[in-house]
């Protein structure tokens, strides 16, 4: 199947000069949206994985759905003052300005194996944020997962040392 064709393009979206890969069009197509993690959970197979890690808000779609498929586990990462328990925090920048993301103190324990998700992979903030919180609560991160990879914006450089996986590469 052909998923990079149930993409839609949205031009200058969330701010002028960015071309946002819209995922809606895929997720409302129940073949696509299966064929996607399948695609992500047939790299993962068989691999010791105790949690995934979702980043908020589409790496919760992709997350959830593939911890299912593992038998492993899931734990959000969000944006600030979303968590109701204790938690910690790592600032980053994206490549349009800057955020913060939180993860409860007490998610992950010391030496579990964790997959980190999201659905984009652009500059490598967000996800280099992410494995940050993991390894500071004490968790080994296995690999770091995307749909979807802007290849052009170099955010792998970010993740060096880390093993990464995306389905799709976009190179413009």
Same mark, same amino acid.
């Given at each position: 199947?052909?998923?990079?064709?149930?993409?839609?393009?949205?031009?200058? $979206?969330?701010?002028?000069?960015?071309?946002?890969?819209?995922?809606?069009?895929?997720?409302?197509?129940?073949?696509?949206?299966?064929?996607?993690?399948?695609?992500?959970?047939?790299?993962?197979?068989?691999?010791?994985?105790?949690?995934?890690?979702?980043?908020?808000?589409?790496?919760?779609? $992709?997350?959830?759905?593939?911890?299912?498929?593992? /038998?492993?586990?899931?734990?959000?990462?969000?944006?600030?003052?979303?968590?109701?328990?204790?938690?910690?925090?790592?600032?980053?920048?994206?490549?349009?300005?800057?955020?913060?993301?939180?993860?409860?103190?007490?998610?992950?324990?010391?030496?579990?194996?964790?997959?980190?998700?999201?659905?984009?992979?652009?500059?490598?903030?967000?996800?280099?944020?992410?494995c940050n919180l993991v390894e500071r609560l004490g968790g080994e991160v296995v690999s770091v997962a995307f749909?979807?990879?802007?290849?052009?914006?170099? /955010?792998?450089?970010q993740l060096q040392g880390y093993d990464v996986f995306s389905v799709?590469?976009?190179?413009?």
């Amino acid at each position: 199947m052909d998923l990079a064709s149930k993409i839609r393009n949205v031009p200058d $979206f969330p701010v002028k000069g960015i071309l946002f890969y819209d995922i809606t069009t895929l997720l409302k197509d129940g073949e696509a949206f299966k064929a996607s993690v399948d695609q992500l959970a047939e790299r993962y197979a068989g691999q010791q994985i105790d949690l995934v890690v979702g980043v908020e808000s589409r790496g919760f779609i $992709f997350g959830t759905a593939l911890a299912y498929k593992l /038998g492993a586990g899931f734990v959000p990462v969000r944006k600030p003052g979303k968590l109701p328990a204790e938690t910690i925090s790592e600032s980053y920048e994206l490549e349009y300005g800057t955020n913060t993301l939180e993860i409860h103190t007490d998610a992950i324990q010391k030496g579990q194996k964790v997959l980190v998700v999201d659905d984009l992979l652009a500059t490598g903030g967000t996800a280099k944020a992410t494995c940050n919180l993991v390894e500071r609560l004490g968790g080994e991160v296995v690999s770091v997962a995307f749909f979807i990879e802007l290849t052009f914006l170099h /955010g792998r450089d970010q993740l060096q040392g880390y093993d990464v996986f995306s389905v799709l590469k976009y190179d413009k």
